[in-house]
Every structure is written in C-alpha cells, then in structure tokens.
C-alpha cells in the first residue's frame, strides 16, 4: 500500500497513537500497528486495527479524562 499524501510504500511500524473522544478526553493507544510513511510520516490504520481501536474505545472509562491503554492484537 501507498501513502495518500506522496506516493511512497507504506512499512508496518509499532507506534504510540492518541485519540480524542469528545471535547476533553484523550485515550493514547500503546504499541499499536499502523502503516506509516517514511518520507512524510502520514500514517495509516488497517480496517482490521481500526475496528478493534472503536471497540476498545467505547469501553473506556467515561469519567477519566487521560487514559493509557495497550493494544492487544
Ligand atoms: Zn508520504
């Protein structure tokens, strides 16, 4: 797969991702696999990855405002 941005071959890295739910929660994703850019550090995540992120997601506790989780594959 290619980057959408320049058009260089995308490598499977294992990196650390933030995501923000609503205005003020922040959960930050550990030591998960995405396919990222080497030229312009644009990354992308597999539908597979993505669906089990959402799935994780909605179980986080509601009343925290800055969790860290590890993603499990
Ligand atoms: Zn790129």
């Avoid at 739910?21 to 994703?29: A, F």
């Amino acid at each position: 797969m290619n980057c959408h941005s320049c058009g260089t071959q995308l490598v499977s890295v294992i990196t650390d991702l933030p995501f923000k739910l609503g205005k003020k929660r922040i959960v930050i994703l550990k030591d998960l696999p995405v396919l990222q850019c080497e030229n312009c550090g644009e990354y992308l995540l597999e539908d597979m990855v993505m669906a089990k992120i959402e799935d994780v997601l909605d179980h986080v506790d509601s009343s925290v405002e800055l969790e860290i989780l590890r993603y499990a594959a």
